[in-house]
């Protein structure tokens, strides 16, 4: 786990920037990998980023045969507790793709809240949006719903997919309202320097350039424009080899 400190610095940034931080230093496929492959609804885009380390969770609203299991509640509200903050639970909706209840409403989110938990991201849906921005609890979810229907915890502390993406337990996770970003555990000592570095040489080259074009003409803009991809592209390079864009 990265320090407190560099956690807060992350969230300042969003989740796009931390992407092109993130592609420069990972193995993996940063054109397919890590982040979320379908389409996600930040319920409380007003909020911050967040930037926490995995609780899993699956559910099955649908099924009501989970509603008779003895003690699922305590165990799982123990898992729950049990993990240092900070944390985000995501929850995998076995109902998908039909929405039969949801599992996030007003009391979850302030039982969560109190355990240490900051957000969720869920592949089902949310209720009581009004309630769960007054706890201060962000939602990544598919869709809203009315009804909870047979809410109970089936399983956690397990893998987890939501949104075409596999998640591990103890994962960090970067989140706003563009999506989500799973970091590979080998990755998080460096994404900060990474994702500075990005930002700085963006803003030091090509956008620099790009905000510098009053009074001269179309081929000096694009001319600049050219020079400054140049420079953009060999900073990087110079940095971090042949990754990312560069591979």
């Known amino acids: 786990m990265i320090s407190h400190t560099d956690l807060l610095k992350?969230?300042?940034?969003?989740?796009?920037?931390?992407?092109?931080?993130?592609?420069?230093?990972?193995?993996?496929?940063?054109?397919?990998?890590?982040?979320n492959l379908e389409e996600t609804t930040d319920f409380m885009h007003q909020m911050d980023s967040m930037v926490d380390y995995a609780v899993t969770l699956v559910i099955e609203p649908g099924n009501a045969v989970h509603k008779q299991k003895p003690n699922?509640?305590?165990?799982?509200?123990?898992?729950?507790?049990?993990?240092?903050?900070?944390?985000?639970?995501?929850?995998?909706?076995?109902?998908?793709?039909?929405?039969?209840?949801?599992?996030?409403?007003?009391?979850?989110s302030n039982v969560h809240r109190a355990l240490g938990c900051v957000g969720t991201i869920t592949d089902g849906s949310i209720r009581d949006l009004d309630?769960?921005?007054?706890?201060?609890?962000?939602?990544?979810?598919?869709?809203?719903?009315?009804?909870?229907?047979?809410?109970?915890?089936?399983?956690?502390?397990?893998?987890?997919?939501?949104?075409?993406?596999?998640?591990?337990?103890?994962?960090l996770i970067h989140t706003d309202k563009h999506g989500f970003l799973v970091i590979p555990d080998e990755d998080v000592e460096n994404l900060l320097d990474a994702a500075i570095f990005m930002d700085n040489n963006e803003c030091n080259t090509i956008i620099a350039a790009a905000r510098s074009t009053a009074g001269k003409s179309t081929e000096q803009i694009l001319k600049e424009l050219n020079e400054a991809s140049t420079r953009f592209g060999k900073a990087a390079k110079e940095r971090f080899g042949n990754k990312g864009e560069w591979k």
């Open 72 to 108: 699922v509640w305590e165990a799982y509200l123990k898992y729950i507790a049990s993990v240092p903050v900070p944390k985000i639970v995501v929850v995998q909706d076995l109902d998908k793709p039909a929405t039969y209840g949801s599992f996030w409403g007003e009391v979850n």
């Open 131 to 171: 309630e769960m921005n007054n706890a201060g609890f962000k939602a990544l979810a598919r869709r809203l719903s009315v009804g909870h229907a047979y809410s109970t915890p089936v399983k956690w502390n397990c893998e987890v997919e939501v949104f075409g993406r596999k998640v591990q337990p103890g994962q």
């Open 10 to 35: 992350l969230k300042r940034w969003n989740t796009p920037a931390i992407y092109n931080g993130w592609e420069q230093i990972t193995k993996s496929d940063a054109g397919k990998d890590g982040f």
